[in-house]
C-alpha cells in the first residue's frame, strides 16, 4: 500500500474502489498503480525487489516524522505515507528527492519506475498491454501494430523528420 501510495503521488490515479487509501483520488483517469507499477517493482530484472520492503518502511518513518514536524494527527490504522493527503504526500516527495538529501536516489529511482510503469510499461509485452487497453500507453496515443505486426507512424515525432533513411534499410526497417 505504502509503495502505491508514493507511485500514486508520482503519476497519480482515479480510486479503484471508494476506501481506496493508496489512491489519492486527484484526477479521473488511470495513474501508475493500474498501469501496474507494483508488477513492475516485483520483477527481479529491475534490481530493486530486495530493497522494496527496507524502502517501504523507511518511507512510512520518513511520512511519521513529517507528520510530527507539521502537526498533523495520522491514521494509525494506516501506514503513515499513505495516511497523508496528496498535498503532503507531494510535499514529504519534494524533500526526498530533494539536491543534498542523502537517500535522494533511492527516491528518484522509484519515483523513475513509477514513470516507466505508466509510459512504456516494461513489464508487459507491447500488443498484449494495448489489447488490454494499458492505461499509459493509450494516453500517450500509442497505437496497435499494423496486420504485419511492425508500427508505423503517419508523422514524425517532433513534427519533422530527425534523419534521412539509411540507403541500406530493408523494408521491414533493418538495416543489411
Not at 83 to 101: F, I, P
Not at 102 to 127: C, K, Y
Amino acid at each position: 500500500m505504502t509503495l502505491e501510495a508514493y507511485a500514486d503521488t508520482i503519476v497519480p490515479g482515479v480510486k479503484r474502489f471508494p476506501d481506496d487509501h493508496a489512491i489519492a483520488g486527484v484526477c479521473d483517469d488511470p495513474g501508475s498503480v493500474e498501469a501496474g507499477v507494483l508488477e513492475l517493482l516485483a520483477d527481479p530484472a529491475t534490481g530493486v525487489t530486495a530493497g522494496l520492503v527496507p524502502l517501504s518502511g523507511m518511507l512510512n518513518q520518513h511520512a511519521a516524522a513529517y507528520a510530527e514536524r507539521v502537526g498533523l494527527s495520522l491514521d494509525a490504522g494506516l501506514p503513515a505515507f499513505v495516511a497523508l493527503d496528496y498535498t503532503h504526500r507531494t510535499a514529504l516527495v519534494a524533500e526526498l528527492v530533494a539536491w543534498g538529501n542523502p537517500e535522494r536516489d533511492g527516491w528518484v529511482l522509484l519515483a523513475q519506475f513509477s514513470n516507466m510503469a505508466f509510459d512504456i510499461a516494461p513489464h508487459r509485452h507491447t500488443v498484449e498491454a494495448l489489447e488490454e487497453g494499458h492505461p499509459g500507453l493509450v494516453a500517450l496515443g500509442m497505437t496497435k501494430p499494423d496486420d504485419d505486426g511492425l508500427w508505423r507512424y503517419p508523422d514524425f515525432g517532433y513534427g519533422r523528420e530527425l534523419a534521412k533513411r539509411h540507403p541500406n534499410t530493408t523494408e521491414s526497417g533493418s538495416p543489411e
